[in-house]
């Protein structure tokens, strides 16, 4: 199918015939001076805090400061085409970024520009980037499950739909593969997925996308992408950007996870613009209002009541800690923001513990109500027994004879420790987590060696989906532990065993 | 009547500051005296036409070296005869304080204040072509009327707008210039036509 040329210039001789002759009325102010992505501005003298103005080459802004003279704007792209005198006008209007169907699959800037190549975002909806988050009455207690398919956060601290649960720790212990493999998990699912990356190194962006991509996330996948060399005030507006666009999902009723990685990026991004802004500098040079840029950010996964089509929004933000300092300013804020948080150490990924989750001070506040019942019955008292193991264990290393009641709480500890192992990329599925969690914590490892837990495991999975598939089956439409799906399982273990060359 | 000048990008909050302070207090006297309007006017053409023409006395009066006795002196000399009682000791006071080199903020911020205590408004109109004094008139009292306020008009001959007019008030402007409406149709247009096109191709390809 074409489009000729002829059609287009019709199309465009009746927009100008019926273009509607109006005084153009505007507000307008003069650049005072410009750099390092601000600009005060003299005049705007109604312009209202957070509305946009546009500069001469049609780059835009936000009034970020309104002092009693001038008005302090942040500029959202090139500010090196701006001129001191340049005249700049206000449009009357909030910053809104497109959003709908068509930003699915696509890779974005935090203003809704395509950056993958693949043409404009076909789209005529548009949502404001800031907006007040649900209130009470339009809320519902989190108590869906959002598998995030990795079996140590799945059994010990859940994620719910419309929960927010932080990823923190240092560099390198894992955090975004963490991400990455909860939206790989919600393949089939009918979330959707956005993946904010905030002043990250555009070569890690590109191995996200194209982790996603040759695992068929990008399907259902938004990445919002706002590098390092992105100015400041852009990696600022990313996250509220990204979450525009997952809300959009959330109020149609729909389910969406949004990955923020990381905000302590979008922290330094905001105290830089606060500091060239001259608001006085607080605790860790950040502005006094970090804390609420964080809260009113986080305020907006919510799961929506029944009314309002009860979806959901999901949120796993990202912080980066220096040297495992989680009472950092930051990393203090986000935990006491958000429902819970996963924390990855250095020492435990390195040991070979991967996700390299510390159990001990892990927690989800919305626990086992965002869990089936199945997983409730396997995984019940396992995030505390583990956390006692680790202090057996440091114990035991001090080489006392022990007796044999201690002597099995550290071999079923090692056993668990080397079941919750899991390879970047593989998230599993609820039903199959069940049925090896189910197999170590009702001690039928205990006779496997423990370097051979692992192979067993995918022995005994993999049994179970050649010859037994309906124990999967009946799992996750049953969502229980019934008496008869456990007797499957145990005989579907003692088989394996006998068959298992350990 | 002198103008204030345009809208300079050097911007000085703690001048402007100044400006204000000095000029509250100055047309509070010269309201007493019954001369608002020809103090105000009689320190505008301080500023503009001696100290405009005049840079070096310009640059004497913001020198803080220069004792505040001389500055009195050199304005005796100057402004004695010319100068009505109230501007003059104004004059004075300022350099007895070293504030001489504030007074281009204080001439603007006291013109300013002047005209928002009468109503005043200045209205910047920007023509392609020189507008004729009848014209001229005409537009005026139609400004006044719109506003319901006494306007002054400041005009600016910019060929660049093609034709029409723009209005500045404030910070509002009401842009009627060909130019301008050239500009919006063509953002119009290219918005609704680009949707116009989505919308057949989408019919068509259904």
């Not at chain 1, 003299?42 to 835009?60: A, D, H, K, R």
């Not at chain 1, 060239?276 to 502005?287: D, K, N, Q, S, V």
């Not at chain 1, 090896?436 to 370097?451: Q, W």
């Amino acid at each position: 199918m074409k489009f000729n040329s002829d059609e287009i210039a019709s199309v465009i001789a009746a927009e100008i015939e019926n273009f509607g002759d109006q005084i153009d009325v505007r507000e307008v102010g003069t650049v005072l001076e410009v750099g390092d992505g601000i600009a005060r501005v003299y005049g705007l003298s109604s312009v209202m805090s957070g509305e946009m103005v546009e500069f001469p080459n049609g780059i835009t802004g936000l009034a970020f400061n309104l002092e009693e003279n001038s008005v302090g704007i942040i500029i959202l792209g090139d500010y090196l085409k701006i001129q001191e005198g340049d005249e700049v006008r206000s449009l009357g209007k909030l910053l809104s970024v497109p959003v709908g169907e068509a930003v699915v699959g696509r890779v974005l800037d935090p203003l809704g520009n395509p950056l993958d190549g693949k043409g404009p975002v076909h789209t005529t909806e548009q949502r404001p980037v800031e907006v007040i988050a649900a209130g009470v009455a339009e809320r519902q207690p989190v108590k869906e499950p959002m598998q995030t398919g990795i079996k140590a956060i799945d059994a010990m601290t859940p994620v719910g739909r419309g929960q927010r649960e932080l990823i923190i720790g240092d560099r390198k212990t894992g955090k975004t593969a963490v991400a990455i493999d909860a939206i790989l998990n919600q393949k089939n699912t009918g979330v959707k997925c956005f993946y904010v990356a905030i002043g990250q190194k555009d070569s890690s962006v590109a191995l996200v996308i194209d982790a996603l991509e040759k695992h068929g996330a990008m399907d259902y996948t938004t990445v919002i992408v706002s590098g390092a060399s992105a100015p400041a005030p852009l990696q600022y507006l990313a996250p509220y950007a990204g979450t525009a666009m997952a809300e959009y999902f959330m109020f149609k009723g729909e389910h969406a996870l949004i990955v923020y990685d990381d905000l302590s990026k979008q922290a330094v991004a905001y105290r830089q613009l606060s500091l060239l802004m001259r608001r006085p500098p607080g605790r860790e040079a950040f502005p006094g209002d970090v804390f609420y840029c964080h809260s009113r950010l986080l305020e907006r996964s919510a799961k929506l009541s029944d009314d309002l089509g009860g979806g959901s929004l999901t949120s796993l933000p990202i912080i980066e800690t220096l040297e495992g300092e989680v009472s950092a300013y930051i990393p203090t804020n986000v935990i006491s923001i958000t429902d819970g948080q996963i924390y990855l150490q250095p020492d435990l990924f390195f040991a070979g513990i991967r996700p390299a989750m510390n159990v001990g001070i892990s927690v989800s506040r919305v626990g086992g109500n965002a869990q089936i019942k199945a997983m409730k019955k396997v995984a019940g008292g396992l995030r505390l027994d583990l956390a006692a193991f680790r202090e057996l264990e440091a114990f035991a290393q001090l080489g006392t004879e022990l007796d044999p009641a201690t002597q099995a709480k550290l071999d079923l500890g090692y056993r668990m420790v080397e079941l919750l192992k899991q390879q970047q990329y593989q998230p599993m599925d609820v039903a199959e987590q069940i049925v090896s969690l189910y197999a170590a914590t009702r001690g039928h490892l205990n006779e496997i060696p423990v370097d051979k837990v692992r192979a067993f495991e995918q022995a005994l999975l993999n049994q179970i989906k050649d010859r037994s598939p309906q124990i999967l089956e009946n799992i996750r439409t049953g969502k229980d532990l019934t008496p008869e799906i456990e007797e499957a399982i145990k005989t579907a273990i003692s088989n394996c065993k006998a068959g298992f060359k350990a | 009547m002198q103008e204030s000048p345009q809208i300079d990008t050097v911007f000085d909050d703690s001048e402007k500051h100044i400006g204000r302070v000095y000029a509250t207090a100055l047309l509070k006297v010269a309201g007493k005296a019954n001369a608002v309007d020809s103090t105000v006017d009689e320190i505008q053409s301080v500023v503009n036409d001696v100290l405009g023409n005049s840079p070096q006395l310009e640059m004497v009066f913001k020198n803080p070296r220069i004792d505040a006795s001389a500055k009195l002196n050199i304005l005796d000399r100057l402004f004695g005869d010319k100068l009505s009682g109230v501007s003059l000791k104004f004059l004075k006071v300022l350099a007895s304080r070293q504030r001489l080199g504030s007074l281009s903020s204080i001439a603007k911020a006291a013109s300013q204040m002047r005209d928002e205590a009468v109503g005043r408004l200045q209205v910047k109109v920007t023509t392609a072509q020189a507008i004729e004094p009848g014209q001229m008139e005409r537009l005026r009292q139609h400004l006044a009327t719109v506003f319901s306020a006494d306007v002054r008009v400041r005009t600016t001959v910019d060929p660049a707008i093609l034709g029409g007019m723009v209005v500045r008030v404030g910070d509002t402007v009401y842009d009627a210039s060909v130019d301008g409406r050239l500009r919006a149709m063509q953002r119009q247009t290219k918005t609704n036509a680009e949707a116009s096109v989505r919308r057949r191709l989408a019919e068509l390809s259904l």
